[in-house]
């Protein structure tokens, strides 16, 4: 197989972790500028959401390497 046996569970655990710690550093360091009609801040209820599915896309990735 290209790339090896456990490339979904690398892909899971890659997007998942990225989408998870992208949003959280959007919350805590929003841009300094923003164009005109751009957010100032990310709302923080889907930022929430974001964070809880990359966290569990990202478990769930480590889970099925170990297992």
Avoid at 4 to 13: K, N, T
Avoid at 20 to 25: D, I, S, Y
Avoid at 36 to 48: E, F, I, Y
């Amino acid at each position: 197989m290209f790339l090896g046996e456990d490339l979904l569970p690398w892909l899971v655990l890659a997007i998942g972790g990225a989408l998870a710690v992208g949003t959280v550093l959007a919350l805590v360091r929003p841009p300094k500028e923003h164009e005109s009609g751009d957010l100032a801040r990310p709302p923080l209820a889907r930022s929430v959401v974001m964070i809880a599915l990359g966290s569990i896309a990202a478990i769930w990735g480590i889970a099925s390497l170990l297992a």
